[in-house]
C-alpha cells in the first residue's frame, strides 16, 4: 500500500505570505505528527494527533501555526506570515495505534519550504 | 530542543569497514530509536530498543543501549555505498508521543 505523502514537495513563499501544507498518512493509521527539520539538524517535534485530536502541539514555534485533522485522516500544516525563518523542512509522520509509543512512525518525504 | 548528541557529526569510511555512530540523551526513556535518511528523502525506522534491553541486532545492524550511561550505539557492519545516509537517534519518554531527535550522524561509505 502507499506510504505517507506530503504535497507540495517543494514550495517558495515570499515573505509574509500564508501556506498550507498538507499530509496524507498511511489509511487507517490513528497517530500524525508533524516535524520541522532545519538545514543540518534533527527533526523538532511539532505537533500530535489522535484522529481528530490534536494532543499535543507544545513544538508549534508560534502562534503564526496551526495544525488540523478535521476528520481524522488528512492534515494540514498552516503557516501565517511567514518568515525567513520558517524555512526548513516540514515532516509528517503516522502510526497505526496511539497507545504507548513503541509503534513504529512512518514518515512522508517531507515538504521543503524556502521562504524569500 | 533536540535532547540527543550525535558523535561524530560527520564519518567517512571505506567500503566494507564497519561504522560506529553514538548517541547520548538527558532524560530516562521508554525507548530509543534509529532512523536513516537519505539526502532529500524522509527518514526510515531501522531499529528500536527498550530501555530494559541492551543490545539488539537486526541484519547488519547491531545498537547497544546503556541506561545508567544515557548512551546509545548504532553499528553498521561490512558497510556499502547504499548505506550513505544522515542517521538520527530519536527517544521516546514513558506517557509520551513525541520522539526527540538528535542532531545525526552524516555517514559516507567511500566505494
Known amino acids: 500500500g502507499a506510504g505517507v505523502s506530503q504535497s507540495p514537495r517543494y514550495k517558495v513563499a515570499k515573505r509574509g505570505q500564508d501556506v498550507a501544507l498538507r499530509c496524507d498518512p498511511i489509511?487507517?493509521?490513528?497517530?500524525l505528527f508533524w516535524y520541522q527539520q532545519a538545514l543540518g539538524q534533527g527533526p523538532e517535534f511539532l505537533t500530535y494527533?489522535?484522529?481528530?485530536?490534536?494532543?499535543?502541539k507544545s513544538g508549534l514555534p508560534s502562534d503564526r501555526f496551526f495544525a488540523e485533522r478535521p476528520e481524522g485522516s488528512v492534515s494540514t500544516l498552516k503557516i501565517q506570515r511567514t518568515q525567513q525563518e520558517d524555512s526548513a523542512v516540514y515532516l509528517c509522520?503516522?502510526?497505526?495505534?496511539?497507545?504507548?509509543?513503541?509503534?513504529?512512525?512512518?514518515f512522508g518525504p517531507g515538504t521543503r519550504l524556502t521562504v524569500t | 530542543s533536540q535532547q540527543g548528541e550525535e558523535d561524530p557529526q560527520a564519518l567517512s569510511i571505506q567500503e566494507g569497514e564497519n561504522a560506529t555512530m553514538n548517541c547520548s540523551y538527558k532524560?530516562?526513556?521508554?525507548?530509543l530509536q534509529w532512523y536513516r535518511q537519505n539526502s532529500g528523502r524522509g527518514l526510515v525506522h531501522l531499529i528500536l530498543?527498550?530501555?530494559?534491553?541492551r543490545e539488539k541486532h537486526s541484519g547488519r545492524l547491531r545498537v547497544t543501549l546503556d541506561t545508567s550511561k544515557k548512551s546509545s550505539s548504532l553499528l553498521i557492519t561490512a558497510s556499502r555505498a547504499a548505506d550513505t545516509a544522515s542517521y538520527f537517534c530519536?527517544?521516546?519518554?514513558?506517557?509520551?508521543?513525541?520522539?526527540?531527535f538528535g542532531q545525526g550522524t552524516r555517514l559516507t561509505i567511500n566505494p
Open positions: 489509511s487507517g493509521h490513528v497517530s
Open positions: 530519536a527517544t521516546a519518554t514513558q506517557g509520551a508521543q513525541k520522539l526527540v
Open positions: 509522520a503516522s502510526s497505526l495505534r496511539f497507545q504507548g509509543n513503541n509503534h513504529l512512525r512512518y
Open positions: 532524560t530516562s526513556i521508554n525507548n
Open positions: 494527533f489522535q484522529n481528530e485530536a490534536q494532543l499535543d
Open positions: 530498543i527498550r530501555s530494559n534491553e
